[in-house]
């Protein structure tokens, strides 16, 4: 391995080193995890616009016949749960 110096802001510095400790992992080796994710996004053309393009073109794409959706979704979302459980 090659070891480098890395500047890190504060929030950054926190959010990893509580990462490492919930994973009980070190600084070192989550650092080296989000690079090596980074890189495969970006061969892959993963990036956040992309992303984002992709969910937009989701939306709306299928409708469900109802127009109450946006008053009472968590209705049919618990609804599409109890469905689930009886299947199991």
Known sequence: M????VQFTEQELAAVQTLARERSSSF???VREAVDAYIQDVLRGDTAARTTD???AFAGKYRSGRHDIS???DD?????????LDAE
Not at 2 to 5: L, N, W
Not at 76 to 83: G, P
């Open 2 to 5: 090659v070891r480098r110096q």
């Open 28 to 30: 070192a080796a989550i």
């Open 54 to 56: 992709r969910i937009d």
């Open 71 to 73: 008053r009472r979704h």
């Open 76 to 84: 049919y979302f618990a609804d599409s749960i109890l469905e689930g």
